[in-house]
């Protein structure tokens, strides 16, 4: 996937009050075919903005992404949207967001066959079958409701439901932040195992490092849509060039760690960028 000069500015507002936001900034990079890019930064910093015109939820004001050599739309009509879906599918942090409430699992992870595949009848509940068993679940969890199932459970018919297009690339936009440690842990083995199965590639934002070491070999960090430092995770965890990274790096919790140089809500304070230099 190679995305090159994205820019999106949001503007808000009437007359003086109006204000403008660029979310994203001339963003440029390339995820390998069957590799996992991290995307870090802040709130506010823009991941969320780039998932979304990756998916087609959003349109960019400029830029280019091209999937497997081919160009896709920047501002996509519904049936290009759903061209797109069979490529691109995304796993949100909250999977109530992507899960209706009154749906069953299978349901949910039908609907999406039936879109994209046109697979009926005992085709539909076997294929319906095996992705709830490639995401750990048994064929009894198609007949329950998301608020039956545990937290990691909705994550995994989450995942099962973004597979059933049989995409190429999913975006997982926090997709662990939600989930105990233990249980973030068990989903972020069962996202390793199915990337290399299915040789999938991944685009993963997190604001989370310690799950950038677990899953991803590349990383970009991104500051006020900008993408200010990138490279292997090795270097750019151990090795921090900038110093907006090594103050996300320094403010992650782990043993040890007390909250006097947290990040706050909205941009690190101009003595915290000082002392991280
Ligand atoms: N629909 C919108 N309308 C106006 N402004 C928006 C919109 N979506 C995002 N923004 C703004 O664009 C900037 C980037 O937001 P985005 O959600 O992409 O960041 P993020 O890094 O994903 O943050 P978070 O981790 O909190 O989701 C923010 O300043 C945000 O307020």
Redesign the pocket.
């Known amino acids: 996937m190679e995305i090159t000069g994205l820019s999106k500015r ?1 503007t ?1 507002g009437r007359g003086g009050q109006r204000r403008s ?1 660029d ?1 994203l900034v001339d963003v440029t990079l390339t995820v390998a075919d069957g590799s996992c890019l991290a995307v870090v ?10 998932a979304r015109i990756l998916v087609g939820l959003e349109g960019a004001d400029a830029g280019q992404v091209v999937l497997a050599g081919r160009p896709v739309a920047q501002r996509p009509r519904r049936a290009e949207r759903r061209a797109r879906a069979r490529d691109i599918q995304m796993v949100f942090q909250d999977p109530n967001g992507s899960l209706n409430r009154r749906r069953t699992a299978g349901s949910a992870i039908s609907e999406v066959l039936t879109a994209h595949h046109r697979v009926r009848g005992a085709e539909l509940r076997r294929r319906v079958d095996d992705l709830l068993d490639q995401v750990g679940l048994l064929p009894a969890h198609a007949r329950a409701l998301p608020g039956e199932l545990s937290g990691g459970q909705r994550q995994r018919v989450a995942i099962a439901r973004a597979l059933a297009a049989e995409p190429r690339v999913l975006v997982l936009d ?1 997709a662990v932040a939600a989930l105990d440690v233990s249980v973030q842990a068990q989903v972020l083995n069962l996202l390793a195992e199915l990337r290399r199965v299915r040789r999938l590639t991944y685009l993963f ?1 997190t ?1 989370d490092l310690s799950v950038v070491r677990q899953v991803s070999e590349q990383v970009v960090v ?1 500051r006020r ?1 900008e993408i200010i430092e990138r490279g292997s995770t090795e270097r750019v965890l151990d090795q921090p060039q900038h110093p907006y990274t090594m103050l996300l790096r320094d403010s992650a919790p782990r043993p040890g760690w007390r909250p006097r140089r947290a990040l706050g809500r909205g941009e690190p304070r101009a003595e915290d960028m000082e002392a991280a230099r």
């Open positions: 949001f808000t936001v979310a930064g802040e709130s506010g910093s823009g991941k969320t903005t780039l926090e934002i604001h991104m849509g």
